[in-house]
Nanobody, 129 residues
Framework: QVQLVESGGGLVQAGGSLRLSCAAS????????VGWFRQAPGQEREGVSC????????YYIPSVEGRFTISRDSAANTVHLQMNNLKPEDTATYYC??????????????????????RGQGTQVTVSS
């Protein structure tokens, strides 16, 4: 079972950037599909992005497409989420996901990760206007 620890959250002004990191232990992330979801107070979980091991495809929800980038650092056994041009509506706790899911990249993979994947404890992102 892989264990995940997120870091990199914080308070930033609108238009700013943050880079979230998710360090894995207990297993090699290269074998896992990975992703991120977020949850704001009083709101449902929202999948944000995922990266498949099948076709190495990145997927982003429309509201973050072009602003967020997911990447995998195999040497460090870490996944990153680079977030640029942040908006107040991006404010949430962000959680890393990992799962041995054999699905091509896309919304289905993201949902499978949210339903069945391992997750970390989360890191808070607050974007001020």
């Amino acid at each position: 079972q892989v264990q995940l620890v997120e870091s990199g959250g914080g308070l930033v002004q609108a238009g700013g950037s943050l880079r979230l990191s998710c360090a894995a232990s207990g297993s090699t992330l290269d074998y896992y599909a990975v992703g991120w979801f977020r949850q704001a107070p009083g709101q449902e979980r929202e999948g944000v992005s995922c990266l498949s091991t099948i076709d190495d495809t990145e997927y982003y929800i429309p509201s973050v497409e072009g602003r967020f980038t997911i990447s995998r650092d195999s040497a460090a056994n870490t996944v990153h989420l680079q977030m640029n041009n942040l908006k107040p509506e991006d404010t949430a706790t962000y959680y890393c996901l990992a799962g041995m899911v054999g699905s091509p990249g896309g919304s289905r993979l993201l949902q499978l990760l949210m339903d069945y994947g391992s997750r970390g404890q989360g890191t808070q992102v607050t974007v001020s206007s």
